[in-house]
């Protein structure tokens, strides 16, 4: 295969299990799909505390290192700024302000990975959590730069 091309294979939620796949060095430009997600699985807390966002960014990094220690280059295949708000009372100015700390959390825990994909470039309505236009426009001009 071509250098400027790439294999990319899901870790499946379970990167420990793909250590001996397409090792070896005739194998070139393969990469590990790693999905970070925080929004309704078992392991989701609210970001509204000091200690879900710590808790949530821990975990990024904790996936991470584990998905990098099998060997291959890694991508965060898909995430996104949604999370849990268990405090109902949170304002939609402050909901935007929590995903906005929480997305660049996320951002700076992705640094050792090769890439990373944002879940969705544009939604119906533009669901800032999900929507990468929305979710990224106030970091943008950092990232390009």
Request: proline content about 4%; cysteine-free.
């Amino acid at each position: 295969m071509p250098e400027d091309k790439i294999v990319v294979f899901s870790s499946s939620g379970h990167p420990s299990e793909w250590k001996h796949f397409m090792r070896g060095a005739k194998y070139k430009n393969v990469y590990m799909d790693l999905h970070l997600y925080h929004y309704r699985d078992e392991h989701a807390l609210d970001i509204t505390s000091p200690r879900g966002l710590t808790t949530a960014i821990s975990r990024n990094k904790r996936e991470l290192k584990e998905a990098i220690s099998t060997g291959f280059p890694v991508l965060v295949g898909e995430w996104s700024g949604a999370a849990i708000f268990a405090n109902s009372s949170v304002t939609p100015e402050g909901r935007n302000a929590y995903e906005r700390v929480f997305i660049a959390n996320q951002l700076a825990s992705f640094a050792p990975a090769a890439g990373w994909f944002f879940q969705t470039w544009k939604t119906e309505k533009r669901i800032a959590a999900w929507d990468a236009r929305a979710a990224l426009g106030t970091l943008e001009r950092g990232m390009i730069e």
